[in-house]
């Protein structure tokens, strides 16, 4: 993949609809983009997925934006034009440190931490009232869009529903009646049974499509204490496109299946090396 040499990204940090900035892509003066590296972690939990970066010598200015309150970041990356947000979150903390004779800065974000921290409901329902009407409610009080696994069933509240509290634990709650799992990922409630995909098209990965290394097995803990699951890690050169619940169809010589994305690490130096994901399958 030739293309893979035309890595380019954009960063924008910043207060919304106040003092912003962005950096990347190819720089004027220099003919290169800030030096970056970053590492990206996701999971289908209902946990926050979470990132850092590292930047070299951003000036003052661009600095003291960092330490505004609610900073938010948002990175794409991808290859020549054709760039993809990667992920965007609320900076959690900034440290500046000498790296020989340049200045390094590394940023840790959180993706949702204001919105899931800050997000408070108050629900009240007489009668019977079905699950996934609560859910659609609660998701329209986030500001996210909702997308279902096939095999999703809900049940309904026949007394009733009430709740006061942080709308991801009115979530954990409902989901909890109807067995159901819940996460965000870019923007989007996403709503699924165990092990099940929410996105069915499937994204081929072999050699020719990024494809590095031998899959190599692995063994997952319960999220519910009951038995280990079985899976596969995966390395593959950054396709952004992919995501946490995706469908991923694999052609190598250790397996050949369809299988679903259950976590996922993106990471890269603008400098050096491949651009790359490491994900944990299991089948779908």
């Not at 930047?55 to 309150?69: H, T």
């Amino acid at each position: 993949m030739n293309e893979n040499f035309d890595r380019r990204y954009k960063l924008r940090i910043g207060v919304s609809k106040s003092r912003t900035f962005e950096v990347g892509g190819i720089s004027n003066e220099s003919g290169a983009a800030l030096h970056i590296d970053f590492s990206i972690e996701k999971s289908d939990s209902e946990t926050s997925n979470t990132g850092t970066i590292s930047i070299w010598n951003l000036n003052d200015s661009q600095l003291a934006v960092l330490q505004l309150e609610n900073c938010e970041i948002e990175l794409q990356a991808g290859y020549g034009n054709n760039l993809a947000r990667i992920i965007s979150g609320d900076v959690t903390h900034v440290s500046t440190s000498l790296d020989g004779a340049d200045r390094k800065t590394e940023i840790e974000f959180v993706e949702n931490c204001v919105l899931l921290k800050n997000s408070y409901i108050t629900l009240s329902y007489a009668g019977s009232i079905g699950c996934k009407t609560i859910i659609e409610r609660i998701a329209s009080s986030l500001g996210v869009a909702v997308a279902y696994s096939q095999r999703a069933v809900f049940k309904s509240c026949c007394n009733g529903f009430s709740f006061v509290g942080a709308a991801s634990a009115a979530l954990s709650k409902i989901c909890g009646i109807c067995g159901l799992n819940w996460s965000i990922q870019n923007g989007v409630l996403q709503i699924f049974t165990a092990n099940e995909a929410v996105n069915t098209k499937a994204y081929l990965l072999n050699t020719e499509t990024g494809l590095v290394d031998i899959p190599k097995q692995v063994t997952f803990a319960a999220s519910d204490g009951g038995d280990t699951l079985k899976g596969w890690e995966i390395k593959y050169l950054m396709n952004a496109a992919i995501n946490i619940n995706d469908t991923v169809r694999i052609e190598s010589r250790a397996i050949n299946g369809t299988y679903r994305v259950k976590e996922l690490v993106i990471y890269g130096d603008n400098f050096s090396g491949d651009w790359c994901c490491t994900a944990q399958i299991v089948e779908a």
